[in-house]
């Protein structure tokens, strides 16, 4: 095989992500969600930076629920995540004021609905 050969192949085949720890600066920043054993949403927990997306899964594991209190982990990386702006908060949410039916306070809640 010729080297411009094998330049081309390598170029092609997938690159397994560096583990060993050199290039840690260069890992992604992933945030953590948690949800916890008595609840039923996931809670941001905080940030780790990892390879890839399956060692986020362990690192977020071995840093966030070291004493059994989680039932579920979410990873995404950050550069994933869009926010509003906040300084744009009054027309993003102007729409919603007038829709005030929305709120529960006009439907009669049954006593067996717990969580809501």
């Known amino acids: ?4 050969e094998s330049k081309a192949k390598s170029a092609k085949e997938p690159q397994a992500a560096d583990t060993s720890g050199a290039n840690r600066s260069e890992w992604p920043l992933f945030e953590v969600f948690i949800r916890p ?4 949403e996931h809670k941001h927990a905080g940030s780790i ?16 629920t070291r004493r059994q209190e989680g039932v579920s982990l979410w990873v995404v990386p950050s550069a994933a ?17 007038d829709k005030i039916y929305r709120h529960p306070t006009f439907y009669a809640i049954p006593d067996e609905v717990k969580n809501l």
């Open 1 to 4: 095989m010729s080297t411009k």
């Open 37 to 40: 054993r008595s609840g039923l």
């Open 49 to 64: 930076h990892a390879a890839d997306a399956r060692m986020a899964i362990e690192h977020a594991r071995d840093v966030y």
């Open 81 to 97: 995540i869009v926010a509003s702006d906040p300084s744009e908060a009054d027309a993003l949410f102007e729409p919603a004021r």
